[in-house]
């Protein structure tokens, strides 16, 4: 138990889970005042792309030659750390709703939040856990301003904000949190 205990110290989830909690409570605020329409996908975005980055300052440690050297698995923790930190981030925003405003399905919520935390766990592997919240940010920031999802590379595009069951949100979810998790646990974070 010690070891999870330091474990959850050195990547800093006390201080990601405080952000997670606190966006949500704040999105969720914003919902009860009317902010956006019933079944407006952008507030429950952006409650799981502002948790999967906060979650994303975990992904790598405080020494990367010590993790690179421990004499432990770190392929299995990592994507246990991706899939954990996906279900937390995911579970926050369906007990916030819990409370009063209906903001997203079950199933938005899944998939969106699979596929952020695939861009984390690849941000992490391509450029290091201290820029691994660039690709959901970048991602989120172009999906609000694209047009209107009327052709397949558009949908990809505004994938997060489609509703449930859109093949083309579905499949780039997929795509993204397999890619992801598997990029990070194969090679982890980048130095």
Same mark, same amino acid.
């Given at each position: ?5 330091? *474990? ?43 948790? $999967? %980055? ?24 990592? !994507? =246990? ?17 819990? %409370?009063?405003?209906? %903001? ?9 939040? !699979? ?15 201290? *820029? !691994? ?9 172009? =999906? ?34 397999? $890619?992801?998790?598997? !990029? *990070? ?7």
């Amino acid at each position: 138990m010690r070891w999870l205990t330091l *474990y959850a110290r050195s990547r800093q989830v006390p201080a990601s889970f405080a952000a997670v909690l606190i966006s949500a409570v704040a999105v969720w605020a914003l919902a009860r005042d009317g902010a956006g329409g019933p079944g407006d996908p952008r507030l429950p975005v952006l409650v799981l792309a502002t948790g $999967a %980055m906060a979650a994303s300052i975990g992904l790598s440690g405080q020494d990367l030659a010590l993790d690179r050297t421990a004499a432990i698995r770190w392929a299995l923790r990592r !994507a =246990a750390h991706v899939l954990l930190c996906g279900a937390v981030v995911g579970t926050v925003l369906l007990t916030v709703q819990t %409370m009063g405003e209906d %903001m997203a399905t079950t199933a938005f919520v899944v998939r969106d939040t !699979a596929g952020l935390m695939g861009l984390v766990a690849l941000g992490a592997a391509l450029w290091g856990g201290q *820029y !691994a919240w660039t690709p959901p940010f970048a991602w989120l920031s172009f =999906a609000f301003f694209a047009p209107p999802p009327t052709s397949a590379p558009t949908q990809v595009a505004s994938w997060m904000l489609l509703p449930p069951g859109t093949a083309a949100g579905t499949w780039t979810a997929l795509v993204l949190a397999v $890619a992801g998790t598997a !990029a *990070y646990a194969v090679a982890g974070p980048r130095r």
